[in-house]
């Protein structure tokens, strides 16, 4: 029974963490077709803030299509100075995009405005050189 029950937590944690991947993976406009694995994922809650973190492997095909993506957004910049990596290039103020390839890493950030509760939701994707996607949201 003890084990049944830690394997249904385990399942379950599992399948909420996969849905809640998919939800911002869906906000950042970039679809997987083939299967991936989580191989972390760890999150916290604290007064009106939530953050969570990701580490992902996923095939070469889905890899390249999110670096084609990242690639193709608007103002994509090789090599920025951190200061020009978050020059607003958006002509929407309550949501923005922002994408850069900086010493081999490709980064993609989108921050949403929250115009009702005054807040953000941001999410960052990260591919190192290792081809790990780590993928960060937090809400404030």
Same mark, same amino acid.
């Given at each position: 029974? #003890? =084990? %049944?029950l830690i394997s249904l937590i385990i399942f379950l944690t599992s399948c909420s963490s996969k849905n809640e991947l998919d939800s911002y993976l869906n906000m950042m406009e970039l679809k997987l077709n083939?299967? !991936?694995e989580i191989l972390n994922y760890e999150s916290s !809650? @604290? =007064? *009106?803030? !939530?953050? %969570? +973190?990701f580490k992902i492997k996923v095939t070469d095909n889905d890899l390249n299509k999110i670096i084609q993506t990242i690639?193709?957004?608007? $103002?994509f910049q090789i090599d920025p100075s951190p200061i020009q990596s978050y020059n607003d290039t %958006? %002509?929407?103020p309550f949501f +923005?995009?922002? @994408?850069?390839?900086a010493k081999g890493i490709y980064d993609y950030l989108i921050i949403i405005q929250d115009t009702v #509760? *005054? $807040?953000y939701e941001r999410i960052a994707l990260r591919i190192d050189k290792d081809s790990i996607i780590t993928l960060n949201y937090n809400s404030e």
């Open positions: 029974m #003890r =084990i %049944s083939d299967q !991936y !809650y @604290a =007064i *009106g803030d !939530y953050m %969570s +973190e690639k193709d957004t608007q $103002g %958006s %002509s929407n +923005e995009k922002k @994408a850069w390839l #509760r *005054g $807040g």
